[in-house]
Nanobody
């Protein structure tokens, strides 16, 4: 079973940037897709971004143009670069790994086989 560990969260001012990292215990080549989800206060968990093993990506409309997902196979790590942060980006961010093929246009939370513990990102002045 793949184990995931997020890092890089914390407090950031509106308009600022932050990079989240997700380290996988297994070689990233065994993973078909990595995703970042988030859950804000009083909200349901929602998709933020996904990257497949072929480096195809998908973003939530709310973060397009501001967030970038990437991966480093040599380091078994996936990143989420967050720019122009807004207070509404405040949430617990989770990374997730899929070990089976996914349909990028119809991805579901149930497609992911392993989840990290989550890390808090707070955007506030």
């Amino acid at each position: 079973q793949v184990q995931l560990a997020e890092s890089g969260g914390g407090l950031v001012q509106p308009g600022g940037s932050r990079r989240l990292s997700c380290a996988a215990s297994s070689p990233i080549l065994s993973i078909t897709a990595m995703g970042w989800y988030r859950q804000g206060p009083g909200k349901q968990r929602e998709l933020v971004a996904i990257i497949t093993s072929s480096d195809s990506t998908k973003y939530a409309n709310s973060v397009k143009g501001r967030f970038t997902i990437s991966r480093d196979s040599a380091k078994n790590t996936t990143y989420l670069q967050m720019n122009s942060l807004k207070p509404e980006d405040t949430a617990v961010y989770y990374c997730a790994a899929a070990l089976r093929p996914i349909l990028l246009f119809d991805v579901k939370q149930g497609d992911f086989d392993a989840w990290g513990q989550g890390i808090q990102v707070t955007v506030s002045s």
